[in-house]
């Protein structure tokens, strides 16, 4: 089975890989991330990916766009609550979308590692977009396996990011509290 993997950065594609790639799964990876900012920590993150497929022989579909205008327009607007499940259906829809257009049977996201994610927003956002496009969204809760995913980040020498990826996270990351 085939399978198209939104990869949102390096580290979280270690162990989801190895979970996949154990079943059986024939897996393609694809870069699309324009939550990312700024455009210095999107292409640290790029780069993080690539390194990860060159050391694991991973093919990687690369969507190189980068507008934050857009994406806080079409994610935040005006109503910063829920803002993180809409930037999640945008990525998988993206991702479901290039997977039919691609000829895949499935798709998925690293973003099931993550115990920072928010895991109803990617079943939600998954099953959305496999009504969409018809491509079969494949979900796993792989948060066990998120320290497995560190390590072999470190491991490899894979670029480690402090926060999720838009200027929002990073100031709740960093804000005095």
């Known amino acids: 089975m085939k399978m198209l993997l939104h990869i949102c950065c390096g580290p979280c594609a270690t162990a989801t890989l190895d979970h996949w790639w154990g079943g059986g799964i024939e897996v393609t990876g694809l870069f699309h991330n324009p939550n990312i900012q700024p455009l210095l920590e999107f292409r640290r993150r790029l780069t993080g990916v690539?390194?990860?497929?060159?050391?694991r022989r991973l093919a990687v579909v690369e969507d190189l766009t980068y507008d934050p205008a857009a994406w806080f327009e079409e994610i935040v607007g005006s109503d910063v609550a829920g803002r993180c499940a809409r930037c999640i259906a945008s990525r998988l829809r993206v991702t479901?979308?290039?997977a039919a257009a691609s000829g895949f049977a499935t798709f998925s996201t690293t973003l099931a590692i993550s115990p920072w994610q928010d895991h109803d927003a990617i079943r939600a956002g998954g099953a959305s977009a496999e009504q969409e496009y018809g491509v079969e969204f494949l979900y796993h809760d792989l948060r066990p396996a998120y320290p497995d995913s560190r390590r072999a980040a470190r491991e490899e020498g894979l670029y480690r990011q402090k926060y999720c990826g838009c200027l929002i996270s990073e100031w709740e990351r960093y804000r005095e509290k």
Do not use: G, Y
């Open 50 to 55: 690539r390194d990860l497929a060159d050391s």
């Open 96 to 98: 479901a979308r290039e």
